[in-house]
């Protein structure tokens, strides 16, 4: 995989991260709009990240573990390749899904087990 393709699966990564985060921040900032803003404004905006994970339903929560995962993948420069067998991941797969873990193979395997 290139340097382009990877930029391009990077950005895919952090908009859908940034999807998801977003559904749930405008909700809590509607719910904080009453609190004070003060000098606590950073520990506030803290524990709202916090409670974002709570917010969340199991799937988004899944979903968004992956994609942490896969950014962090992107870090190390192992992303695009299977958790299971190694094996590099398809681009059109990871085009469509980029923060899948598994090749289509072992992800066949696991959803039949
Ligand atoms: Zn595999």
Redesign the pocket.
């Known amino acids: 995989m290139n340097q382009t393709e990877l930029k391009k699966l990077r950005k895919l990564l952090l908009e859908k991260r940034d999807d998801l985060t977003q559904v749930v921040k405008s909700k809590k900032e509607r719910d904080l709009q009453d609190v004070e803003i003060g000098d606590e404004i950073d520990s506030a905006s803290q524990s709202v990240e916090k409670e974002i994970l709570f917010e969340l339903t199991d799937n988004e929560k899944v979903m968004l573990d992956n994609i942490e995962s896969a950014l962090s993948r992107i870090e190390k420069g192992t992303f695009g390749k ?6 590099k ?1 398809a681009i059109p797969r990871l085009e469509a899904l980029p923060w899948v873990r ?2 289509i ?3 066949a395997k696991t959803e039949k087990a």
């Open positions: 299977c958790e299971s067998c190694g094996q991941i598994y090749c193979s072992c992800q």
